[in-house]
């Protein structure tokens, strides 16, 4: 089991450019979240998906973000145009409702924006 | 809506000493898992344990060991003997488990306690 698998691992890009991070989970996990942490605000939910359809993206911040879920091995987050302020490291995390429920973590995505 | 508070910012303490990071939570579901996950100075967020809300038996795994009491809502964790490689950030967690699809899965950290192990 590999894990769930983020890319790319650091993302430096200029404010107004268009940021896509990754997101791989794991094989047979039926729910997918995407984390920002911040040293403000800490960990926090943007949105989570299940069978691939997005439940609640409640924390989404802004209509500059957005995320896709295309198959049920793939995700991404989509920050277009990118502000300083949206730099943090960003964590996917998979995890499936039935047996033992853990969340499991990417390795995340750090993400400055200059 | 579900809450997790972690009162202490941060805890320093000498090699082989004891740590006890507590946690309190909010939540109005009745079933409920509570997690405690270490977060090292390389970024990556790790599991620790896991905890039903129908199983307040207390165990020991190795130096880790922890106290669920859901009568005063408390879910502490205790790293009994610590090493300087216990030196990260250690997060509690809740995710209520609703019978719905919709209120199924969102996982509430608490702000993180740092912990400090000097030799």
């Known amino acids: 089991d590999a894990g769930v698998i983020q890319s790319p691992r650091h993302e430096v890009t200029e404010m107004g450019q268009e940021v896509t991070l990754r997101c791989k989970p794991i094989s047979g996990h039926d729910y997918l979240f995407w984390y920002r942490q911040t040293m403000m605000r800490g960990l926090e939910l943007l949105i989570y998906?299940?069978?691939?359809?997005?439940?609640?993206d409640s924390g989404m911040p802004e209509d500059r973000f957005s995320a896709k879920m295309p198959n049920a091995s793939f995700s991404t987050l989509k920050i277009q145009p990118s502000e300083p302020r949206d730099s943090a490291v960003y964590f996917c995390?998979?995890?499936?409702?039935?047996?033992?429920?853990?969340?499991?973590f990417g390795s995340g995505t750090r993400l400055t924006v200059v | 809506a579900q809450k997790v508070t972690q009162a202490q910012t941060e805890i320093s303490v000498v090699e082989k000493e004891d740590v006890t990071l507590d946690c309190v939570y909010e939540?109005?579901?009745?079933?409920?898992?509570l997690f405690w996950y270490k977060q090292p100075p390389s970024g990556e967020l790790v599991f620790l344990i896991r905890?039903?809300?129908?199983?307040?038996q207390n165990e020991i795994s190795g130096r880790y060991s922890w106290n669920f009491q859901k009568s005063t809502s408390s879910f502490n964790f205790t790293i009994t003997a610590s090493q300087v490689v216990d030196s990260a950030v250690y997060f509690c967690a809740l995710s209520e488990a609703g019978g719905t699809t919709d209120s199924w899965g969102k996982l509430q950290f608490g702000a993180g306690t740092q912990v400090v192990v000097t030799p």
């Open positions: 939540t109005r579901d009745t079933t409920y898992y």
């Open positions: 995390a998979s995890s499936r409702r039935s047996g033992v429920t853990i969340y499991t």
């Open positions: 905890r039903n809300s129908f199983d307040e």
């Open positions: 998906f299940n069978n691939n359809v997005p439940i609640d």
